[in-house]
């Protein structure tokens, strides 16, 4: 794509308009031809069989095991959506929609859910998917001894039976009218009853192992009994891990690869003139935070916490950290692609002058506070931290900086610091975001914030079925967490990806790089 | 002359036990531990603990050293705390491709590195040497990653010659590996040559100083005969060692070009490891490294004492 900044290109990913939805505003306004505007020109292209998709991703290591419950990175996220398919997927709309679970149906109340298992699906070893297969990958993350990543997510299901041979009941403790976005979650992949080869695995997705060194290289076949007809067009894909960004960035121009995740925001721009690219940028919930613990002093009063949310000059941070890959914060982590964002809610503008007046209003002449930083929070924490550092000062915040090593950051300063940064890879529902980090039980609280009201609107909303109702729910919520919460979150990333002009059908998706997870068996190579 | 070479044995076999004891307490000085690496953000305290709990991280770090060290012993290197897999099998198919690529390099960097630093002793002061010197000390005057960098843009991005990834794996034919590897070779080769080169060429000026050289040019001898034949012999005790020193960096050094060139060797294995605090791997890859050093070294120092008499002998 040559110009990713025309106002159409813009209008598509902005209003993540179908192809279709797309072709006709297009031509609605009779441009599409007369400027030779083609924004991916595999749209118009059918999908094509065979070749190699060779993909070049960040987010692998040596210690990398397709054992479900252990996926934490991006490469075995999309290894795991090659091999295996999960129960609900999100479509690029996010929205659930079947995947092996073919149709779901709430009980009033949302506590109870009967989910139909999909017919006619078998495994790589010939074996039929029932619902036995889908209890147990379910249960491999349940219980005492499981590890999984997603356990907690889990713990409010208190049942979970077979109710027929291809139907599911699952019941939970309260109700929870997203139970189908949560069961989405990528570690969610089903592999046949009473499997635990991990360093084999067996699936029912689009392509069947053959080749797999951790951390280094892995090649997956094509599955030729694949389900979906209209899914896993190339014969095989190599997935090469590089996570050198510059390494990355070179195997893609040189044409080593056919496609990259986590482009640099840096270098994205360098990259874009290169004629025989994509880049593909997706919006989502993708979000940086500055982090205050509400619990200890000066961040436990709101004055104070107001006064830093008005010392940040967002777009000039947006600007130059993100060169504009991403869309403006508004202290509350719900993205605008989120079917509940609350459009009403007025943008938060870099004002120093408010900062000074809640400052005074908190009996403070100005305030020193230290921020700990490192790069390991997000690509260029360091240097938004620079740039708000000066931007505070106008508004009497003297910003100390402390910086702290990358590799134990997680550890050691997330959630222990009582100033520091972060970010959230963002969650399908605004339900599953503010339960995660909001709700004052939370395990990653990470502003130690506590809001009774926030609490228990949060768990009405939760249980209720009718969308009106729930909006007007989530609004409220978000506004509280923009006035009252502990995260300043000036700005949300886009999800950008690279990809040579010969594949087909690669699209933005609000979940995540690479579609989704889903890119190999959504995409083709032209000849 | 035996019981110098057995002291000196002896020696690195001492300096190779300190080395495990300061690996085990510098990798227990990490802040941070594996559970908590492999669970990510998402790891909460019932999880971490469960995970500890089944990595026997709860045992006291003395016991667990000894334990290591009775393992190495038997030529076990223990498991991976990240995967379960067992670190050697891992570890032997990485070291064979790093040792591949430092083999590659030391055939091309070690005869290129001596030869230039001969004909430089021979033409002293000319516009060779000076050249020689001038660009051998600017290769290795930037960092190794830099140099390979511009190896890219210039042969993969812009010439297109080789690929920028060089991705080995056990079905790569021989032909294939010499060929994705020629940048990380040409790398490292550029990184080494300098001080190898310098070496040589300091070590036969020194001894083309002596009186007996002198003698040999009043005899008429030809200029390159007298450094080869004469000098070179004399001036060989510094330029094995510093060969062996860059023999040992070829293998431990290459880290950063591991990375730049997306190799898989012993170095982006441990770096890996290092982000992930997979202690064992850690403990396992310097040890490795450490043993490397010692081994050459001892080689180099044995070699020295072989090819001077007056070591020999102590004072």
């Known amino acids: 794509m040559k110009d990713n900044n025309s106002p159409l290109t813009k209008l598509m990913q902005d209003a993540q308009l179908s192809r279709r939805g797309f072709i006709t505003s297009a031509s609605a306004v009779g441009i599409t031809s007369a400027l030779g505007f083609s924004p991916f020109s595999a749209f118009a292209a059918e999908p094509k069989k065979g070749g190699v998709l060779k993909l070049g991703m960040s987010g692998g290591n040596t210690s990398d095991t397709l054992d479900p419950t252990l996926f934490s990175d991006w490469v075995p996220l999309n290894q795991a959506y090659m091999l295996m398919n999960g129960l609900v997927e999100i479509d690029e709309n996010n929205k659930a929609t079947p995947e092996l679970f073919s149709a779901w149906e709430a009980k009033p109340g949302a506590a109870e859910w009967v989910f139909t298992v999909r017919d006619g699906v078998t495994f790589h070893n010939g074996k039929k998917l029932d619902a036995g297969d889908i209890l147990y990958s379910i249960n491999l993350h349940r219980g005492d001894k499981s590890k999984s990543a997603i356990k907690s997510q889990l713990a409010p299901i208190t049942g979970l039976t077979k109710q027929g041979d291809n139907q599911i009941l699952i019941t939970l403790d309260s109700g929870n009218a997203d139970l189908p976005y949560l069961l989405a979650d990528y570690h969610l992949v089903v592999v046949p009853d009473g499997f635990t080869d991990w360093s084999h695995p067996i699936g029912t997705g689009g392509y069947v192992f053959d080749q797999y060194e951790p951390g280094v290289r892995s090649l997956f076949k094509r599955n030729p009994n694949y389900w979906k007809p209209d899914r896993a067009f190339v014969d095989a894909v190599e997935v090469l891990v590089i996570n050198d960004p510059t390494a990355r960035t070179n195997a893609m121009i040189s044409g080593q690869v056919h496609a990259i995740n986590r482009v640099d925001f840096k270098t994205v721009d360098f990259l874009k003139r290169s004629p025989a690219l994509n880049i593909v940028r997706s919006s989502g919930g993708q979000h940086f935070t500055f982090l205050m613990d509400c619990s200890v002093a000066p961040y436990n009063n709101n004055d104070v916490r107001m006064a830093i949310k008005h010392g940040i000059d967002r777009q000039k941070i947006l600007d130059t950290v993100l060169r504009g890959y991403g869309s403006l914060g508004n202290d509350h982590p719900i993205p605008k692609t989120d079917r509940f964002f609350n459009h009403s809610l007025e943008q938060r503008v870099y004002d120093p002058d408010k900062s000074q007046f809640y400052l005074k209003k908190a009996g403070l002449a100005d305030l020193k506070i230290e921020l700990s930083s490192s790069d390991a929070a997000f690509a260029g924490a360091l240097d938004a931290a620079a740039l708000f550092q000066g931007q505070a000062q106008k508004g009497g915040i003297q910003v100390n900086i402390k910086r702290q090593p990358a590799d134990s950051y997680w550890d050691d300063v997330w959630m222990k610091a009582p100033f520091s940064m972060g970010y959230w890879g963002g969650r399908p529902t605004a339900d599953q975001m503010f339960s995660t980090a909001y709700q004052s039980t939370a395990k990653w609280n990470d502003t130690h914030w506590k809001d009774e009201k926030f609490d228990a609107l949060l768990l009405q909303a939760r249980s209720l079925l009718d969308e009106g109702k729930r909006a007007e729910i989530y609004g409220e919520l978000q506004s509280i967490v923009r006035d009252n919460g502990g995260a300043m979150i000036p700005l949300f990333g886009d999800y950008l990806d690279a990809a040579s002009k010969k594949v087909g059908g690669i699209k933005p998706h609000p979940m995540f790089n690479f579609m989704g997870g889903r890119l190999a068996e959504r995409v083709w190579l032209e000849a | ?315």
């Not at chain 2, 469960?50 to 290591?68: C, F, I, K, N, V």
């Not at chain 2, 812009?158 to 790398?187: A, H």
């Not at chain 2, 008429?220 to 062996?244: D, E, Q, S, Y």
Request: charged letters at 10%; hydrophobic letters at 55%.
């Open chain 2, 1 to 315: 002359m035996k019981k110098r070479i057995l002291q000196r044995v002896l020696l690195g076999i001492i300096t190779l036990w300190l080395v495990s004891v300061l690996i085990f307490i510098g990798t227990e000085m990490l802040p941070g531990d594996v559970a908590t690496a492999i669970l990510g953000q998402s790891a909460t305290p019932e999880t971490v603990a469960a995970l500890r709990l089944q990595l026997g991280l709860d045992e006291p770090s003395m016991l667990r050293y000894l334990h290591w060290l009775a393992g190495i012993m038997h030529g076990d290197l223990g498991h991976s705390l990240a995967n379960g897999r067992a670190i050697s099998d891992e570890l032997l198919p990485r070291l064979a491709n790093t040792l591949f690529l430092a083999g590659y390099a030391a055939v091309i960097a070690i005869p290129l590195a001596v030869g230039l630093g001969i004909a430089s002793a021979i033409w002293r002061g000319s516009v060779f040497d000076r050249l020689a010197n001038t660009l051998t000390l600017i290769s290795i005057s930037v960092p190794e990653f830099f140099v390979g960098y511009i190896l890219v843009i210039a042969f993969a991005i812009r010439l297109t010659w080789f690929p920028s990834l060089s991705m080995v794996d056990s079905s790569s034919s021989f032909i294939d590996r010499l060929y994705v590897c020629t940048l990380p070779m040409l790398t490292l080769t550029l990184v080494v040559l300098a001080h190898m080169l310098r070496m040589t060429r300091a070590s036969v000026t020194a001894v083309m100083a002596s009186p007996y050289i002198e003698s040999a040019v009043l005899k008429g001898i030809p200029r390159w005969r007298i450094v080869v034949f004469h000098a070179l012999p004399n001036a060989l005790a510094p330029i094995i060692n510093v060969v062996a020193f860059n023999l040992a960096y070829l293998v431990v050094g290459v880290i950063l070009v591991e990375v730049v060139f997306v190799y898989p060797g012993i170095g982006q294995y441990m770096v890996d490891a290092v982000t992930k605090r997979d202690l064992p791997v850690v403990q396992a890859c310097g040890l490795l490294f450490g043993g490397t050093y010692i081994f050459l070294n001892t080689t180099a120092d044995l070699l020295a004492i072989w090819c001077n008499p007056r070591l020999r002998h102590a004072r």
